[in-house]
């Protein structure tokens, strides 16, 4: 084969990974834009108000082993990218959610994630997953946070154990594909498992379990990029997918 046609397809592989990404939001709504229902990859539904692609592409250096992959890009300026531009508590948002579930009901989930090494961390509150129930006081439950060079399980509801919440240093999540399993029982007389593994490892790299209230009335999980949108923060950079979930 000539070195002709040889760049020829190189440039026209190119030019048809590139065409295969579809942008669905571009950050200047100044709101959380929504999805059309709980349809992406099956179940879930999106929300953006950040720079959100259908299809995402790597490097050699940084291999991302997602088939059905997002890439979601927020801002490093606290002006922009902002669910509601007029709020006195400005947040970024692009979040990947299920359906809201009922007490009682048990789901098994699995998802990819993978959190470029150029996201920084402030020490103020940044989910990158997060159970939310809608129910009673409102708000999260069980979170996986990126906050002070650390990325770690949060338990909201009962506190972290006594010997501190389960959490690896940043550097140690980022630039990898990692796995995210979770069985959970919603209700007050719920409970949780839920692990991440290093996708080409195997290695586990972060776990916790815990029973009693996993939300009320309407509970779902969130996973993607949530902040706080402060002065002095870094742009972030995460791919998400291959999503699949089975009720039990």
């Known amino acids: ?67 059905t992959c997002f890439a979601l890009q ?11 531009s007029k709020s006195d508590s400005p947040r970024q948002r692009i979040e990947f959610l299920t359906r809201g579930a009922a007490d009682g009901t048990s789901w098994q989930y699995q998802w990819k994630y993978y959190l470029s090494s150029q996201t920084g961390t402030t020490n103020h509150f940044f989910h990158l997953m997060q159970i939310l129930t809608r129910g009673g006081s409102v708000g999260p439950v069980i979170t996986l ?4 060079g650390k990325v770690s399980i949060q338990d909201i509801v009962r506190g972290c154990p006594s010997n501190g919440c389960p959490s690896i240093p940043l550097k140690s999540f980022t630039d990898k594909t990692t796995i995210h399993s979770m069985t959970v029982k919603y209700g007050p007389q719920g409970s949780v498992k839920y692990t991440v593994k290093d996708a080409a490892t195997g290695k586990t790299l972060l776990t916790y379990s815990a029973t009693g209230s996993m939300g009320t009335e309407s509970t779902s999980l969130k996973f993607g990029m949530y902040r706080l949108a402060v002065s002095g923060m870094t742009a972030a950079s995460a791919t998400v997918g291959d999503f699949s979930y089975k009720q039990l």
């Not at 999805?35 to 959100?52: D, E, F, K, N, R």
């Not at 946070?145 to 002070?148: F, N, P, S, T, Y």
Request: contains cysteine; hydrophobic residues 45%; proline residues 4%.
């Open 1 to 67: 084969m000539s070195m002709f046609k040889s760049v020829s397809l190189v440039v026209f592989a190119l030019i048809a990974l590139a065409s295969a990404r579809t942008q669905l939001t571009d950050g200047t709504a100044g709101k959380a834009v929504s999805g059309p229902g709980y349809t992406t990859m099956g179940a879930l539904q999106w929300q953006s108000s950040g720079i959100l692609w259908d299809g995402c592409s790597d490097s050699a250096a940084h291999p991302i082993d997602i088939s």
């Open 74 to 84: 927020l801002s490093a300026d606290p002006a922009k990218d902002l669910q509601d």
């Open 145 to 148: 946070d990126a906050v002070a």
